[in-house]
């Protein structure tokens, strides 16, 4: 199964881990969520997809780096709990989930761009302002962040693989460096647009 051949690291803005989720780690985690080596794959991905969900319907700003980052803290607890935890699996991820939430909440992130409605005037105020930003970024950044964007689900993962190996730095390091380079843009943009209104 293709899924076990990537182990998720701990997101950008890790809120207090500091540890990477390695093979060890991860084949533990497959191990404590089924016996079954595909099973344990499955549940895994649905597991992560559901908590994915979960932090963009409530709102957050980066809702895959939750995920992983509620994964990571589970499987960092997998020697605490697995011997004694008793019920569905993905009870506990998602108690973890509402912690991982609420230290969210506290930290108050960037919040998304304002909302326009779609007159023209304002998405052509909208287009230059992104024109306008994007210039101001040096020709790699701009580059590395409108690749790692693209391509969607399975396909996105093993593009932004193959733009590491590129780069020649570990998928952690470009998740990096592109969440970086985006809230730069995402600041601009927004000031851009406050500007211009007002």
């Given amino acids: 199964m293709h899924v076990l051949a990537q182990c998720r690291l701990s997101p950008a803005n890790s809120m207090n881990k500091n540890w990477d989720l390695t093979r060890e780690s991860f084949e533990a985690l497959l191990a404590w969520l ?18 994915i969900k979960i932090f963009a319907c409530r709102g957050c700003y980066e809702p895959e780096d939750l995920a ?18 008793i019920g569905e699996r993905a009870r506990y991820f998602y108690g973890v989930a509402n912690k991982v939430h609420l230290e969210y909440l506290r930290k108050k992130p960037a919040p998304p761009l304002p909302a326009v409605t779609n007159t023209s005037e304002e998405a052509e105020r ?4 992104l024109d306008l930003c994007a ?22 993962i093993e593009h932004r693989k193959h ?26 943009v927004r000031e851009c647009l406050e500007e211009a209104t007002a």
């Fill in 135 to 156: 210039s101001k970024l040096t020709p790699e950044n701009r580059e590395l962040v409108f690749q790692y964007y693209q391509e969607e689900k399975r396909a996105k």
């Fill in 126 to 129: 909208r287009y230059r302002c």
């Fill in 163 to 188: 733009l590491a190996d590129r780069l020649g730095i570990a998928v952690n390091a470009l998740r990096i460096r592109a969440h970086r380079i985006r809230k730069s843009l995402q600041d601009c």
């Fill in 68 to 85: 992983d980052e509620t994964i990571n803290r589970v499987t960092n607890k997998l020697e605490e709990i697995e011997a004694t935890f």
């Fill in 34 to 51: 089924d016996p079954n080596r595909e099973v344990a794959g499955q549940k895994y991905e649905d597991i992560r997809t559901r908590l």
